[in-house]
């Protein structure tokens, strides 16, 4: 195909910025007002066709200009790469862009350069996608095992996860696969919610919020918690109370807790019938995510994380602890899709469902493909799987998610769903886009 044989000629960067923290969107105990925001990455190459590579990776706000820097510093590797070398070895080219002799130095592979690392992924991806006309979802499920494992790095991870283990998952479910994908066409992946609890919102916009949801369809709802902790009962009570015992009830504790404290807290919570605790210590803590979920087992709550994980590292060990009950991929915190396949083909090895972290800006745009891949060919069940949904800033995307009775129904359009409206780029660009400037005049922010 010609259009392989391109090469890449740019890489754009773009700092975009939406003020969320206005309405504290976002809230909760740890990032009390965030703006939601994103490192927006344009990959351009000289084919004829002008098909381009969208991709994104996430922030709340400042600190995006340095993830933008990074990116900046990664472009010199992609710039001049031919397109059928990135995806006929895309796991070395993955390698050569975490490996960087110097840049590596900054993480490895994690933190800012890995932020980096995701959004110009996810580009490649989108337009990897685009090229073949088709959804990233599609493309993963319709390639064969040998060529998706092909995308993988494997180092640092072989003592879990085999090359031929993963090509034996697999291959175990390509003769069913097409029903399952029929399946979703037909019902979505299952979601859940967390925008009726965010922790800076007022009993009333609870209250609001969940009749909203109930009335959607929705049947799975996060709350924030661990802040107060009879603030968090009051809290607890009422959305219980608004959505009944029949239907599942989630917490968040975004970091806040020690060990012990997280424990004590939770057994004060239980009354609550929480499903799980997400988040409740240090996301480098693997023994303390591992006490806390043996502490907890008895009472019914179970321990998920991975939002803040830092790679698929992390995750083995986070697997082997026995340390979490849910496994939270993430499509930008860890270094995107390649990696998350990792991720997604360990947990299936471990028996732990994969419930992605969302939210965001674009980050359920972005994952709704990796659930989706992931109960088509890897786990062929969807079982204590779900997805977390955020109803915030879907209009700015030419492809956004589609939510139908609490499930999220596959994209169709190719690529990785994650190309912004031209104008909400240009808007939204930080400090120079229109709506900022326009904000920085009324006085609700201050000009950097």
């Known amino acids: ?112 350069m890995h932020l980096a690392t995701a959004s110009v992924v996810n580009a490649l991806w989108d337009l990897w996608g685009k090229l073949e006309n088709k959804p990233v979802w599609k493309l993963l499920v319709d390639m064969e095992p040998e060529k998706l494992v ?5 180092r640092y991870i072989t003592d879990v ?15 069913s696969k097409h029903q399952r994908e029929q399946e979703l066409l037909e019902s979505g992946f299952p979601a859940y919610t967390t925008s009726v609890g965010w922790l800076g919102y007022s009993d009333e916009t609870l209250t609001q919020l969940c009749n909203k949801a109930l009335e959607e369809g929705w049947t799975k709802f996060k709350v924030k918690v661990g802040a107060n902790l009879q603030d968090d009962k009051r809290r607890c009570a009422l959305i219980r109370k608004m959505i009944g015992w029949e239907n599942k009830m989630m917490s968040d504790a975004n970091q806040r807790w020690d060990v012990n404290e997280a424990i004590d807290y ?15 210590t240090s996301p480098d803590d693997v023994l303390g995510h591992a006490t806390i979920a043996k502490a907890l087992n008895p009472i019914g709550i179970g321990v998920a994380t991975g939002e803040h994980a830092q790679n698929r590292v992390i995750f083995k060990q986070l697997l082997q602890a026995k340390a979490i009950q849910f496994c939270q991929i993430d499509s930008c915190r860890v270094g995107g899709v390649n990696e998350n396949l990792a991720i997604i083909l360990m947990a299936k090895k471990f028996g732990v469902p994969v419930c992605p972290h969302a939210g965001g800006v674009g980050l359920c745009e972005l994952v709704q493909h990796l659930s989706m891949f992931d109960y088509i060919c890897v786990s062929a069940s969807l079982e204590n799987r779900v997805i977390e949904y955020v109803d915030h800033l879907h209009e700015h995307f030419k492809d956004p998610v589609i939510i139908k009775n609490g499930c999220y129904m596959p994209p ?37």
């Open 1 to 112: 195909m010609e259009a392989y044989s391109a090469k890449v000629t740019r890489v754009e960067v773009k700092d975009v910025r939406f003020p969320t923290s206005l309405e504290a969107h976002g809230s909760d105990a740890m990032h009390t007002d965030p703006d939601y925001s994103c490192v927006y990455v344009i990959i351009s190459t000289d084919s004829s066709d002008t098909k381009q590579g969208h991709g994104l990776t996430f922030t709340i706000g400042n600190g995006n200009q340095i993830v933008a820097g990074a990116v900046n510093a990664l472009a010199s590797i992609v710039i001049g790469q031919k397109l059928s070398d990135i995806y006929d070895d895309f796991a070395g080219f993955w390698r050569k862009l975490t490996s960087d002799s110097q840049l590596r130095w900054l993480g490895p592979e994690k933190g800012v």
């Open 150 to 154: 092909s995308c993988i790095d494997f």
């Open 161 to 175: 996860l085999t090359r031929e283990e993963a090509l034996e998952i697999l291959r175990s479910n390509a003769a």
């Open 266 to 280: 939770m057994k004060e919570l239980a009354e609550f019938k929480l499903w799980w605790i997400e988040e409740p």
């Open 412 to 448: 169709k359009l190719p690529g990785y769903s994650i190309e912004m409206k031209p104008e909400s780029v240009s808007d939204y660009e930080y400090p120079t886009g229109k709506a900022w400037q326009t904000l920085i005049k009324e006085g609700k922010f201050q000009a950097p």
